[in-house]
T-cell receptor, first 111, second 115 residues
Framework: GDSVTQMEGPVTLSEEAFLTINCTYT??????LFWYVQYPGEGLQLLLK?????DKGSNKGFEATYRKETTSFHLEKGSVQVSDSAVYFC??????????FGTGTRLKVLA | DAGVIQSPRHEVTEMGQEVTLRCKPI?????LFWYRQTMMRGLELLIY????????DSGMPEDRFSAKMPNASFSTLKIQPSEPRDSAVYFC?????????????FGPGTRLTVT
């Protein structure tokens, strides 16, 4: 079945450092890919999405490119801030209601 | 738009008591999801409704759990009787299946503690 694998956390970075959170997937067909972010005490919020190969999703300085050849959707940000501290979830859906979520990666940014 | 609304935000109850969690989806959305989040198991889909009809309840852990959606603007998740292992954060999410891909919008969650 479909699956999503995220890098284990926590990831601890200093402010203004470069961020990469790896995400790879297994799916039949052509899934849509998402990154969700969960701030402490809150629900998940959609951060960005990509619906076909080579699409780049971007929002709030975060980017991720849908790479079909490597079945990856890595999240990147050039300069993280303390306010980016949160848990990040990679997810996919293959055109149905069902989302497959990764286990989440906790990011901690130090001032 | 008010977003998905859940109540209560926090619930503390004793083992054996009935617990009811409530959700109001985003107006115009026709799909509703209940999830449970724990450290051990991550995010689990409990049940999915489409147009108020339960479509997939395969994630409901056992008969103690039940969910209803009497109309398009309200859903409940009930646990009776509750047990300590039910302690978790329960999220409601909604989406509009008329828009592909089906982006899910999550509520703030209900943190349930069963003592």
């Amino acid at each position: 079945g479909d699956s999503v694998t995220q890098m284990e956390g926590p990831v601890t970075l200093s402010e203004e450092a470069f961020l990469t959170i790896n995400c790879t997937y297994t799916a039949t067909g052509y899934p849509s890919l998402f990154w969700y972010v969960q701030y402490p005490g809150e629900g998940l919020q959609l951060l960005l999405k990509a619906t076909k190969a080579d699409d780049k999703g971007s929002n709030k300085g975060f980017e991720a490119t849908y790479r079909k050849e490597t079945t990856s959707f890595h999240l990147e940000k050039g300069s993280v801030q303390v306010s980016d501290s949160a848990v990040y979830f990679c997810a996919l859906t293959s055109g149905t209601y069902k989302y497959i979520f990764g286990t989440g990666t906790r990011l901690k940014v130090l001032a | 738009d008010a977003g998905v609304i859940q109540s209560p935000r926090h619930e503390v109850t004793e083992m054996g008591q009935e617990v009811t969690l409530r959700c109001k989806p985003i107006s115009g959305h026709n799909s509703l999801f209940w999830y449970r989040q724990t450290m051990m198991r991550g995010l689990e889909l409990l049940i999915y409704f489409n147009n108020n009809v339960p479509i997939d309840d395969s994630g409901m852990p056992e008969d103690r759990f039940s969910a209803k959606m009497p109309n398009a603007s309200f859903s409940t998740l009930k646990i009776q009787p509750s047990e300590p292992r039910d302690s978790a954060v329960y999220f409601c999410a909604s989406s509009n299946t008329g828009q592909v891909p089906y982006e899910q919008y999550f509520g703030p969650g209900t943190r349930l503690t069963v003592t």
